[in-house]
Protein backbone atom coordinates (compact mmCIF):
# COMPACT_ATOMS: atom_id res chain seq x y z
CA UNK A 1 0.00 0.00 0.00
CA UNK A 2 1.85 3.37 -0.98
CA UNK A 3 0.24 6.53 0.50
CA UNK A 4 1.12 10.08 -0.68
CA UNK A 5 0.18 12.57 1.92
CA UNK A 6 -0.32 16.70 1.13
CA UNK A 7 -1.65 19.73 1.83
CA UNK A 8 1.41 21.14 4.61
CA UNK A 9 2.40 24.73 4.55
CA UNK A 10 2.89 28.00 6.12
CA UNK A 11 0.01 29.11 7.64
CA UNK A 12 -0.92 31.74 10.50
CA UNK A 13 -2.17 31.38 14.00
CA UNK A 14 -5.54 30.75 13.54
CA UNK A 15 -5.55 29.51 10.06
CA UNK A 16 -6.93 26.18 8.46
CA UNK A 17 -5.20 23.82 6.70
CA UNK A 18 -6.82 19.90 4.97
CA UNK A 19 -3.91 17.60 4.52
CA UNK A 20 -4.90 14.54 2.42
CA UNK A 21 -3.72 11.30 2.55
CA UNK A 22 -3.96 9.53 -1.40
CA UNK A 23 -3.49 5.73 -2.23
CA UNK A 24 -4.28 4.00 -4.66
CA UNK A 25 -4.44 0.74 -3.06
CA UNK A 26 -8.01 -0.67 -4.46
CA UNK A 27 -9.01 -2.12 -1.37
CA UNK A 28 -8.40 0.94 0.42
CA UNK A 29 -12.20 0.66 2.17
CA UNK A 30 -11.23 -1.85 4.96
CA UNK A 31 -7.99 0.41 6.03
CA UNK A 32 -7.75 1.68 9.53
CA UNK A 33 -6.38 5.69 8.36
CA UNK A 34 -4.01 7.60 10.75
CA UNK A 35 -2.77 10.73 10.94
CA UNK A 36 0.59 11.35 12.98
CA UNK A 37 3.09 14.28 13.78
CA UNK A 38 6.35 14.74 14.73
CA UNK A 39 7.40 17.99 15.77
CA UNK A 40 11.22 19.47 15.82
CA UNK A 41 13.21 17.62 18.62
CA UNK A 42 10.04 15.88 19.39
CA UNK A 43 8.67 12.01 19.26
CA UNK A 44 6.02 11.27 16.78
CA UNK A 45 2.84 11.39 18.10
CA UNK A 46 -0.96 10.59 17.19
CA UNK A 47 -3.33 12.74 16.07
CA UNK A 48 -6.42 11.16 14.58
CA UNK A 49 -7.59 8.11 12.98
CA UNK A 50 -10.35 6.92 11.12
CA UNK A 51 -11.75 2.85 10.71
CA UNK A 52 -13.89 2.54 8.47
CA UNK A 53 -15.15 -1.13 9.52
CA UNK A 54 -17.32 0.09 12.44
CA UNK A 55 -16.92 3.50 11.52
CA UNK A 56 -15.28 5.02 14.60
CA UNK A 57 -12.95 7.92 14.52
CA UNK A 58 -9.83 8.64 17.29
CA UNK A 59 -8.58 12.32 17.66
CA UNK A 60 -6.02 13.43 19.96
CA UNK A 61 -6.98 15.26 22.74
CA UNK A 62 -4.24 17.42 21.83
CA UNK A 63 -5.86 18.74 19.12
CA UNK A 64 -9.77 17.55 19.74
CA UNK A 65 -12.47 20.38 18.72
CA UNK A 66 -9.60 21.94 16.34
CA UNK A 67 -9.43 18.81 14.19
CA UNK A 68 -11.19 16.05 12.55
CA UNK A 69 -10.49 13.43 10.24
CA UNK A 70 -12.53 12.08 7.54
CA UNK A 71 -12.21 9.92 4.35
CA UNK A 72 -13.60 9.54 0.83
CA UNK A 73 -13.39 6.04 -0.21
CA UNK A 74 -14.45 6.26 -4.05
CA UNK A 75 -11.54 8.96 -3.60
CA UNK A 76 -9.14 6.53 -1.47
CA UNK A 77 -8.40 9.61 0.66
CA UNK A 78 -8.48 10.56 4.02
CA UNK A 79 -8.60 13.98 5.36
CA UNK A 80 -7.52 15.95 7.90
CA UNK A 81 -8.71 19.03 8.75
CA UNK A 82 -7.30 21.47 10.83
CA UNK A 83 -8.36 24.73 12.54
CA UNK A 84 -7.97 27.00 14.73
CA UNK A 85 -4.23 26.17 14.52
CA UNK A 86 -1.14 26.91 17.29
CA UNK A 87 2.48 27.54 16.49
CA UNK A 88 2.61 23.87 18.34
CA UNK A 89 0.82 22.23 15.76
CA UNK A 90 4.17 22.87 14.01
CA UNK A 91 4.89 18.94 12.84
CA UNK A 92 5.77 16.97 9.79
CA UNK A 93 2.10 15.18 9.71
CA UNK A 94 2.24 11.75 8.21
CA UNK A 95 -0.21 9.38 7.77
CA UNK A 96 -0.66 5.76 8.00
CA UNK A 97 -2.58 2.61 7.90
CA UNK A 98 -3.69 -1.01 8.28
CA UNK A 99 -5.65 -3.60 7.20
CA UNK A 100 -6.53 -4.56 10.85
CA UNK A 101 -5.94 -2.47 14.26
CA UNK A 102 -7.61 -2.96 16.96
CA UNK A 103 -9.20 0.44 18.48
CA UNK A 104 -6.58 0.03 22.38
CA UNK A 105 -4.05 0.30 19.75
CA UNK A 106 -5.37 2.67 16.94
CA UNK A 107 -2.79 5.87 18.60
CA UNK A 108 -0.09 3.24 18.19
CA UNK A 109 2.67 3.76 15.91
CA UNK A 110 3.87 -0.06 15.69
CA UNK A 111 -0.14 -0.57 14.72
CA UNK A 112 0.65 0.43 11.06
CA UNK A 113 2.79 -0.90 8.52
CA UNK A 114 2.37 1.70 5.61
CA UNK A 115 3.48 4.73 6.26
CA UNK A 116 3.20 8.03 3.40
CA UNK A 117 6.29 10.18 3.00
CA UNK A 118 4.97 13.55 5.46
CA UNK A 119 4.11 17.00 4.50
CA UNK A 120 5.45 20.13 6.87
CA UNK A 121 2.95 21.99 8.50
CA UNK A 122 4.29 25.07 9.83
CA UNK A 123 2.12 27.72 11.86
CA UNK A 124 3.74 30.81 12.55
CA UNK A 125 2.64 34.69 11.98
Known amino acids: VQLQAYGGGLVQPGGSLRLSCVTS????????VAWFRQAPGKDREFAAA????????DIAESVKGRFTISRDNAKKTVYLQMNSLRPEDTAVYFC???????????????????WGQGTLVTVSS
Open 96 to 114: AAASSVIRSNVASQTAYGY
Open 25 to 32: ESTFARYT
Open 50 to 57: YKFAGGYT
